[in-house]
């Protein structure tokens, strides 16, 4: 719903000139912004690149997104599933410290991928 509303269109065109000279390039950008927030969500948006004949899976693109699927967490299902498990409520620190480790993996990912398949 989010990617038929045209949302993310707009978010990925305006931050999508600056991640593609970090090596992220702009179709690859949904799949790293969606990751902390959906497992399946971002497992579809995997699917559909990976399956775009204009992309590929032998692509840069497509090993990138292979490699976040692997190297990030849904964060926010997580902290809520646990958490919520254990009665925590006050989470703040590790919010912080769970989107910072996604961050790391979306670094590590791109640097990974980079050297490995450009």
Known sequence: MFRASGAMDFIVNGIGQWT???????EALP???LRPLSGSGAYGIMASIINDPAIGPD???GYLVSTL???????????AV????????????????????????IVAAVVACLFLFR
């Not at 593609?20 to 702009?26: E, N, V, Y």
């Open 31 to 33: 799949m790293a912004l």
């Open 69 to 79: 699927q692997g190297s990030t967490e849904t964060t926010f299902y997580v902290l």
């Open 20 to 26: 593609a000279a970090f090596g992220l390039p702009a």
């Open 82 to 105: 646990y958490f919520g498990a254990v009665q925590i409520r006050r989470i703040r620190h590790a919010l912080i410290t769970a989107l910072s480790a996604d961050l790391a993996g």
């Open 59 to 61: 692509s840069y693109t």
